[in-house]
């Protein structure tokens, strides 16, 4: 499952810089979370970074793009080759 940033984002800054995988990006409004490129941390850590250091917890599961743990690797293999 990829996650994404409701409209309770304050725009802090915090989340954007834990992302292993430069996935959150400004968006219009608020951040967004790129879902091709959200692995949840897997592969990097125990638990999305984002959502650890978010002051105000708007960092939710995006319903919209549900994954297995093993998609999850498989994307975070992806993304770490071309490193």
């Known amino acids: 499952m990829a996650l994404r940033i409701t409209d309770e984002c304050i725009n802090c800054d915090v989340c954007e ?4 995988n430069q996935a959150i990006s400004m968006g219009p409004d608020i951040y967004i979370i790129n879902p091709d490129m959200c692995t949840e941390c897997v592969g ?3 638990e ?6 978010c002051p105000v917890d708007c960092i939710e599961v995006d319903p919209q793009h549900q994954e297995s743990q093993a998609v999850l690797l498989a994307r975070f293999q992806a993304l770490t080759e071309t490193l």
Do not use: A
């Open 44 to 46: 990097h850590f125990g």
């Open 17 to 20: 810089t834990q992302c292993p």
């Open 48 to 53: 999305p970074q984002c959502q650890v250091v």
